[in-house]
T-cell receptor, first 113, second 116 residues
Framework: AQSVSQHNHHVILSEAASLELGCNYS??????LFWYVQYPGQHLQLLLK??????LVKGIKGFEAEFIKSKFSFNLRKPSVQWSDTAEYFCAVVDYNNNDMRFGAGTRLTVKP | GAGVSQSPRYKVAKRGQDVALRCDPISGHVSLFWYQQALGQGPEFLTYFQNEAQLDKSGLPSDRFFAERPEGSVSTLKIQRTQQEDSAVYLC??????????????FGPGTRLTVT
């Protein structure tokens, strides 16, 4: 079964800094990849997803992620973070043939104003 | 429109008690998922429904956990004889499309279960 690793548990940045959150998965088959975000006091919501095609996907609020198949990675990036980006970010993977979505442990991002 | 709702939002149970957690998915959504999220962890898959059919229950941790969705809309997750290790946030998510977990899942606020 696939697993998902998010190596950064807590990232602290100042506003306008660039962000990159790592996500690696272990599965050799076809997968679909997601980043979900949970703002303080809110539900999990979809930030962006990759199914096929261009490995650089753009999501909401200026976020993007790059799928690198050879590295089994799907890192999340944003060129300039804002205080409102403070949240917990979860990478998730779905085996194309299965119904279960596997999440990483999450990365808590704190952006200092 | 209305999102996914869950009730109760918080539940405290004494060890050994049975609990029932309710999920109201978005109207018309075919797929419904239950997840368990322990403190400091990501959500872990428990079970999946396509309409009223429970197609995957591979994530249920023991036979004390039971889920149903009898009319293909509201779902209930029941935990019998609760144990302290059952303490977690239980998340429900629904999706418009059936047959796969790969379409956008809309999450509810979760039920925080504390077993004392």
């Amino acid at each position: 079964a696939q697993s998902v690793s998010q190596h950064n548990h807590h990232v602290i940045l100042s506003e306008a800094a660039s962000l990159e959150l790592g996500c690696n998965y272990s599965y050799g088959g076809t997968v679909n990849l997601f980043w979900y975000v949970q703002y303080p006091g809110q539900h999990l919501q979809l930030l962006l997803k990759y199914f096929s095609g261009d490995p650089l996907v753009k999501g909401i609020k200026g976020f993007e992620a790059e799928f690198i198949k050879s590295k089994f990675s799907f890192n999340l990036r944003k060129p300039s973070v804002q205080w409102s980006d403070t949240a917990e970010y979860f990478c998730a993977v779905v085996d194309y043939n299965n119904n279960d979505m596997r999440f990483g442990a999450g990365t808590r991002l704190t952006v200092k104003p | 429109g209305a999102g996914v709702s869950q009730s109760p939002r918080y539940k405290v149970a004494k060890r050994g008690q049975d609990v029932a957690l309710r999920c109201d998915p978005i109207s018309g959504h075919v797929s419904l998922f239950w997840y368990q999220q322990a403190l400091g962890q990501g959500p872990e898959f428990l079970t999946y429904f396509q309409n009223e059919a429970q197609l995957d229950k591979s994530g249920l941790p023991s036979d004390r956990f039971f889920a149903e969705r009898p009319e293909g809309s509201v779902s209930t997750l029941k935990i019998q004889r609760t144990q302290q290790e059952d303490s977690a946030v239980y998340l429900c998510a629904s999706s418009l499309v059936g047959g796969t977990a790969s379409y956008e899942q809309y999450f509810g606020p979760g039920t925080r279960l504390t077993v004392t």
